[in-house]
């Protein structure tokens, strides 16, 4: 059950309305990594999770992000609002002035409607706390260059508030997935092929129009990594040493 508070979760100031930030604020409204889709990938894997406690911490922080789509969406009010009356602010995005009357709705900064296609939601619990603690990153970074693009002191502090929640919400999410105990490339079931699942395949080798220079570092040395060498460079191999590569049977 849902009860709406009328006082905003964090109070939003705008000292000087900018039309054409205000449409970049839409990104945090309507956009992929935005507010409502936050709100709606948390909330939907909530309804679906069987276990108790992360089942509370899904519907806790989908809830508070419901109240940020509040913030953002007031604040991006405050800068499109010229665009009501005024024909040099209008001028900024016609579609916003002339159909939506200088106010917010839900497409991203580039007028494109949002869509349930951007949740993740798989209904494994690990996965979507990967898939949430991912989306927070995103978004911070978001704020993050939003922030870079304006000088106005109550927005600078409203999207301080925002971004800081994102990290506080990717620390819980990461604690949730430690909580676990699950192996920590262990996803599913069904365990990977032996061998294969070591084999790091270097595909993007070779010299000029073949690729670049090899690159060595965790990701494929060390430990129980295979380092093997492009396949599709077989049969170059294979000519510059006369040798013939081996009929396969049956993909064999």
Known sequence: MYHHVK???????????????????????????????????YSVQGINCDDPERKDLLMDIGTEELSHLEV????????LKPMKSN?????????????????????NSMGSAWTADYLKITGEMDVDLRSNIAAESRAKITYERLMGFTDDKGTLDALQFLMTREITHMKAFTAALESLGKPEFSIGK??????????????STGHGDRGEFDARG???????????????????????TGEREPIKLNGK
């Open 7 to 41: 006082q905003l979760m964090y109070t939003v100031r705008v000292d000087a309305p900018d039309p054409r930030f205000g449409t970049m604020l839409l990104e945090q409204f309507g956009g992929a990594n935005g507010e409502l889709a936050a709100a709606m990938q």
């Open 218 to 240: 965790p990701w494929n040395q060390g430990g129980s990594w295979e380092f093997v060498p492009a396949p599709a460079f077989k049969q170059f191999r294979s000519a510059e």
């Open 87 to 107: 024909r040099s602010a209008a001028e900024a995005d016609p579609l916003i002035a002339i159909c939506g009357g200088g106010g917010v709705n839900l497409y």
């Open 190 to 203: 069904l365990p990977p092929t032996p061998g294969v699942v070591d084999q790091y395949f270097n595909d």
């Open 72 to 79: 953002i969406g007031v604040l991006t009010r405050m800068h």
